[in-house]
């Protein structure tokens, strides 16, 4: 199994360009989540989606864009970049009724806005 | 809306030796659970251990366990044997039950391990 596979995996935007961060996952899980992380800082939730069809906002969702057409992905989108969104994002997943409440994790999506 | 508090931004410790990293946090729930993660420089997050706010009894995992007092709100993790594969960015983190699994993070504590 893959898990939890972002891409890309380092990327560098433009002001006001627009792009998409993937993200997909093969273990079947029906929760997934979409991090950012800030130099010296914990991760913020950004958006989440408890299944296909249904998203909904988190801690930080200005600026972004979610969809789940599918249980196995969960891609992210900035449509019109700003430095502030320089991070690093991190895509997750588990499993419902798996109530050990422990998250996958994938590698992380280091994003640069200049 | 919970607060995780991480106190230490970094910590040092010498290569066998045993080291507490400090978490509080605030709720009002009842039902919860506690983590740790550990980050190391790859990025990856790894679930190091976990503690249901329901159980009693302190989480232990090989080297690592922890201090759960419930009333206080703390929740540290203690480190034994330190190893130098054990240096990397820990972060707590809180989770209410049936809150969709949304995890709130602490800022974390940077720990490097000295040989």
């Known amino acids: 199994n893959a898990g939890v596979t972002q891409t890309p995996k380092f990327h560098i935007l433009k002001i006001g360009q627009s792009m998409t961060l993937q993200c997909t996952q093969d273990?079947?899980?029906?929760?997934m989540y979409w991090y950012r992380q800030d130099p010296g800082m914990g991760l913020k939730l950004i958006y989440y989606s408890v299944g296909a069809g249904i998203t909904d906002k988190g801690e930080v969702p200005n600026g972004y864009n979610v969809s789940r057409s599918t249980t196995e992905d969960f891609p992210l989108r900035l449509e019109l970049a700003a430095p502030s969104q320089t991070s690093v994002y991190f895509c997750a997943s588990c499993f419902q009724g798996l109530d050990t409440g422990e998250l996958f994790f994938g590698e992380g999506s280091r994003l640069t806005v200049l | 809306a919970q607060t995780v508090t991480q106190s230490q931004p970094e910590m040092s410790v010498q290569e066998a030796e045993t080291v507490t990293l400090s978490c509080t946090y605030d709720t009002s729930e009842s039902n919860y659970y506690l983590f740790w993660y550990k980050q190391p420089p790859s990025r990856q997050m790894i679930l190091v251990i976990r503690?249901?706010?329901?159980?009693?009894q302190n989480a232990t995992e090989n080297r690592f366990s922890v201090n759960f007092q419930k009333a206080a709100k703390s929740f540290s993790l203690k480190i034994s044997d330190s190893q130098l594969g054990d240096t990397a960015m820990y972060f707590c983190a809180f989770m209410a039950s049936g809150s969709a699994r949304q995890l709130t993070f602490g800022s974390g504590t940077q720990l490097t391990v000295l040989p």
């Open positions: 503690q249901e706010a329901y159980k009693q």
């Open positions: 273990m079947n899980h029906n929760y």
